[in-house]
């Protein structure tokens, strides 16, 4: 079985500042990882993905994160939050062993950047 | 990219009556879509896996006589909720999986917020 944990239901912070949403999982195999955000009454756009390689991966809106493989972390990061970036955020992982496995999401972590 | 479109955005419906929400793939062909419900505490349930051509798979728990899937083509899902109560308020969002980029995670629809008077 694979899990998502976001410890974290709401994270402040303030514009300017660096911002990290955390996230650690559990699968069997190898882990995809995911990053999703979704502003009220919408769906979920994707952020960014981990699939093999560098541990480092840089997302849209100047997010990134990093895979820690020791840690089963993939926590996601931005060196300077905007009031835009107010928003839920969600962790997903699937196990990379084929097919179409189904994704696992976490609970989700709401991020208020205060102005 | 890949864009799916979820229709109606927001329905309001009298209780003991059905409705209809569609999901569709505009720019690829899904045989796979999901249907979640979120709750208001945040967390995505994931109600079903729709197959095109087939019988949905339905998550434990889930009714599946009541939340009925139909993924005739490979481009539409569709989730019917009959007989809609209170209770059955929520925001339905349904994905798909774009097959050449399988590896990319989901594609998701915009979402329904159902509300049930």
């Known amino acids: 079985a694979q899990s998502v944990a976001q410890p974290e239901d709401q994270v402040n912070v303030a514009e300017g500042n660096p911002l990290t949403v955390k996230c650690t999982y559990s699968?069997?195999?190898?882990?995809?990882l995911f990053w999703y955000v979704q502003y009220p009454n919408r769906g979920l756009q994707f952020l960014l993905k981990?699939?093999?390689?560098?541990?480092l991966v840089k997302g849209s809106y100047g997010f990134e994160a990093e895979f820690n493989k020791s840690q089963t972390s993939f926590h996601l990061k931005k060196p300077s939050a905007l009031v835009s970036d107010s928003a839920l955020y969600f962790c997903?992982?699937?196990?990379?062993?084929?097919?179409?496995?189904?994704?696992?999401f976490g609970t989700g972590t709401k991020l208020q950047v205060i102005p | 990219g890949a864009v799916v479109s979820q229709h109606p955005s927001r329905v309001i419906c009298k209780s003991g009556t059905s409705v209809k929400i569609e999901c569709r793939s505009l720019?690829?062909?899904?045989?796979?879509m999901f249907w979640y419900r979120q709750f208001p505490k945040q967390s995505l349930m994931l109600m079903a896996t729709?197959?095109?051509?087939?019988?949905?798979?339905?998550e434990q728990g889930v009714e599946k006589d009541k939340f009925l899937i139909n993924h005739a083509s490979l481009t539409l899902s569709t989730l019917t909720v009959t007989s809609a109560h209170p209770e059955d308020s929520s925001f339905y969002i349904c994905?798909?999986?774009?097959?050449?980029?399988?590896?990319?995670?989901?594609?998701f629809g915009s979402g329904t917020r159902l509300t049930v008077v």
């Open positions: 994905s798909a999986i774009q097959p050449e980029r399988a590896n990319y995670g989901y594609t």
């Open positions: 699968v069997s195999g190898n882990p995809y």
């Open positions: 981990y699939i093999t390689g560098d541990n």
């Open positions: 997903a992982v699937r196990d990379s062993s084929g097919g179409y496995q189904k994704v696992t």
């Open positions: 720019d690829f062909q899904a045989t796979t």
């Open positions: 729709s197959n095109e051509g087939s019988k949905a798979t339905y």
